[in-house]
């Protein structure tokens, strides 16, 4: 089925390319979704002083070990954008291929993580502790999920070097799956 | 390729195109990516669903005026059932029916045509957003048929109500809707970001910033509170479902958890999603007073800048939902406040209205009646909330059907008179035929007379003390007395003459729609870009070399230089 594109589409009144427009728009309201959700975190935090017991039993070494993953994986990405800009579609795919590594890594680590804190008994209905641990970092690997997939299809699109632009607008949306961990890691692992 | 973008649906409804690639016969009505389509699709869809709101109030009006009774076409009333028909009336209206067809219908009606565009920016991500949608609507409908029925925990489902099934009596019902619910907020999102990116990147060359019809102002600044309003909300809602399916205590104080934070999390978007359906209701009324009235509107940049105002001031009123939930008198005194300075930018949208109307040489049409009736109706809406809005006054009036009246004197108002007035006034453009005129008043004059008789006698009832969410009310001695069961018959006998004159409405409809004089490309002599195509607009609304340019704002009505009295925007100087 083939689309004539709509000269909507073509069009650009602030000078933004419209993808990249809608992109930080899509990242404005998963702000939000987070926010909500680590905001009722801290606040919860804040009455129950008796959470750091829990807190406890996280493991920092392998939340900081993803952390390194991840930040990784952000970087490829970046020079995927770059490469993408010089027009250079091989090597964007190559480099995105390295940053979809990166989040296969992180969902291995992180499984092979919760296994073993379920193993202990730390259940998601061990207490709201572990409820809102599983809850935000489960909607966090959704996302890194999400990001993969996508990635994959930008990355084979590039690689044939067609909608090269989409490169960036991946690596946008990267960076914020990178900066939700950011929040994260401190918030579940390093406080104690 | 050329021939795709301007024939699909040029010709009547089962017109058959040799020539084109997209899908064929029914299938392009369901699969087209075409802005106009899409409309049409929310625009019936929440039509279909407003039925079934409707026959729901119908059913447990019939309950709470005669008690007991057999309801024509439905049967004995259980109470599990009442609990469920007044949930789902709730969710049904608001979120299937007023979001739909305000924001998601008229938005991608109207937003690429007045801003001279062929159709949004992401047309393949708007047929998602409808398909989603209407996924969540057949999960909605779904719960009904399931053991235990529809969610019976009501429309705000608090915990622990909603969170326990062995409270609700309805534990997969309210998981069902709550998924639904979540299904339709993606809806919307993926709707709300193509309509900002549309409104930001597309406009027709010339159109500047304040030449953007207000309207489509509104339904995208409405877009954005809606976005940035409901992110908390699906992570409560995330939060709730592992209360239902995982067993977590999120929402219960004994195990670390908190009922209130639901509170906080629904109503920080509950009370921005009142001005989400509000502001498009308002650019719609807007839109028809200035036509109407044959006059600019009064303040461009003050209703603008106002909306905007009301728009952040909306984010910080939500606790006064909860003024008995025990939260701190202080934090009260403060949502007091911010509550009753919402009131002053609404104040100042109506008084911009009237001041419109003032000098005019009004034409009193079938939209414009509607138009008016949103200002009169509203503003009772508008004045009964002060009272809501200030704590002490709200520790009497919560939870009582004052509370529901007053709710009703803005939703009814915003979900139904807007949409007719807006329906009424873009059916010539949609259909390319007129409405009667003389069928429209009996409808419009058979929905208002009728709506006040409903509702009048709620406020009373509230003020004498009647809860809400009863289902009986002869198990409780002093609210059963004769005079307020009379007051309740009222409201009831009411309702069904109202919805009686709505099958005045659907064959006007109909047989405007078949036999209706051509309605040519622009019947109300109106200035914005809409009316500039014919009517209905071809696939691509203009012929690929007549996209218009934009040389003045869209109200110039009246101007002193010109012969006639408007000076549609695309007409060059």
């Known amino acids: ?192 | 390729m050329a021939d795709t973008a301007v024939d699909v649906h040029r010709g009547e409804p089962h017109g058959h195109d040799d020539h084109h690639h997209g899908p064929q016969g029914l299938l392009k009505y369901l699969w087209s990516t075409d802005h106009k389509i899409i409309a049409m699709q929310y625009l019936f869809t929440g039509m279909a669903m407003a039925v079934i709101g409707g026959y729901m109030a119908y059913v447990f009006r019939m309950q709470l005026a005669f008690p007991g009774i057999s309801v024509p076409g439905f049967g004995q009333v259980s109470p599990g059932e009442y609990n469920s028909l007044v949930t789902n009336h709730g969710s049904i209206m608001i979120f299937w029916v007023a979001m739909p067809v305000l924001i998601a219908a008229f938005g991608n009606y109207l937003i690429p045509l007045m801003i001279g565009a062929d159709d949004m920016v992401f047309p393949r991500i708007n047929r998602l957003s409808y398909q989603i949608f209407l996924l969540s609507a057949l999960i909605l409908l779904a719960s009904f048929f399931v053991r235990g029925g529809g969610f019976g925990g009501a429309w705000t489902a608090y915990p622990p109500l909603s969170a326990v099934g062995s409270y609700n009596q309805t534990q997969i019902g309210a998981t069902m809707w709550l998924i639904a619910v979540a299904l339709e907020f993606v809806a919307f999102l993926l709707g709300g970001i193509n309509f900002i990116t549309t409104l930001m990147n597309s406009r027709a060359p010339g159109m500047k910033a304040y030449d953007i019809p207000l309207v489509c102002w509104m339904i995208v600044i409405a877009s954005i509170l809606f976005m940035l309003s409901v992110g908390p909300l699906i992570a409560g809602a995330v939060m709730l479902l592992f209360d239902q399916t995982l067993g977590t205590g999120f929402y219960d104080p004994a195990r670390g958890g908190d009922p209130v934070l639901w509170q906080h999390l629904f109503w920080f978007f509950g009370h921005p999603e009142v001005y989400v359906v509000l502001l498009p209701a308002i650019g719609i009324t807007i839109e028809v007073i200035a036509t109407f009235a044959r006059k600019k509107i009064f303040g461009y940049k003050l209703v603008l800048y106002t909306t905007v105002a009301t728009g952040v001031l909306s984010f910080f009123v939500w606790a006064h939902h909860q003024f008995v939930a025990g939260i701190d008198p202080r934090m009260a005194n403060v949502f007091t406040i911010t509550t009753l300075l919402i009131s002053v930018p609404i104040a100042e949208l109506l008084f911009v209205i009237i001041a419109t109307l003032y000098g005019g040489s009004i034409r009193l049409t079938t939209p414009m009646l509607w138009a008016l009736a949103f200002v009169a109706e509203f503003l009772i809406g508008g004045v009964t909330g002060i009272y809501l809005g200030a704590s002490g006054a709200d520790i009497y009036f919560h939870d009582t059907y004052f509370v529901l009246a007053h709710f009703h004197y803005t939703f009814f108002p915003i979900a139904i008179v807007g949409t007719f007035c807006a329906f009424t006034y873009w059916f010539p453009k949609m259909f390319g035929k007129m409405m009667n005129d003389t069928l429209g008043k009996i409808h419009f004059w058979g929905t208002i007379i009728p709506f006040n008789f409903i509702f009048i006698p709620l406020f009373v009832l509230g003020i004498g003390g009647q809860h809400r969410r009863i289902y009986n009310y002869q198990h409780f001695p002093e609210l059963a007395g004769p005079g307020m069961y009379r007051l309740r018959e009222v409201a009831t006998i009411s309702l069904l003459i109202m919805l009686a004159f709505q099958l005045v409405f659907f064959y006007n409809c109909i047989t405007s729609w078949m036999k209706g004089a051509r309605a040519g490309r622009n019947p109300w002599k109106a200035n914005t870009l809409e009316w500039t195509t014919e009517s209905p607009p071809p696939h691509g609304n203009w012929p690929p070399d007549q996209m218009p340019n934009v040389y003045r704002g869209p109200y110039e009505y009246g101007h002193p230089d010109r012969e006639e009295d408007y000076w549609p925007q695309h007409q060059p100087t």
């Open chain 1, 1 to 192: 089925m083939a689309h004539a594109k709509p000269l909507a589409t073509l069009r650009s009144a602030t000078g933004i390319p419209t993808g990249r427009l809608a992109v930080w728009w899509v990242l404005a309201s998963e702000v939000v979704i987070f926010g909500g959700l680590l905001g009722s975190y801290l606040m919860h935090r804040i009455g129950h002083p008796e959470w750091a017991e829990a807190a406890a039993h996280t493991q920092t070494w392998i939340g900081a070990l993803n952390t390194f993953v991840l930040l990784t994986s952000s970087f490829t990405a970046v020079l995927a954008h770059q490469a993408a800009e010089k027009g250079n579609g091989k090597e964007a795919a190559k480099l995105l291929g390295f940053t979809i590594l990166g989040a296969i890594t992180f969902l291995i680590v992180k499984s092979f993580e919760w296994a073993n804190e379920i193993s202990h008994g730390y259940t998601i209905t061990a207490n709201t502790f572990w409820s809102f641990y599983y809850t935000a970092a489960g909607l966090h690997a959704l996302h890194v999920i999400a990001g993969a997939i996508i990635m994959g299809v930008v990355a084979v699109d590039a690689y044939r070097g067609r909608e090269l632009h989409r490169v960036e607008l991946i690596g946008i949306y990267w960076h914020f799956v990178d900066v939700v961990w950011i929040f994260l890691f401190p918030l579940l692992y390093i406080a104690k």
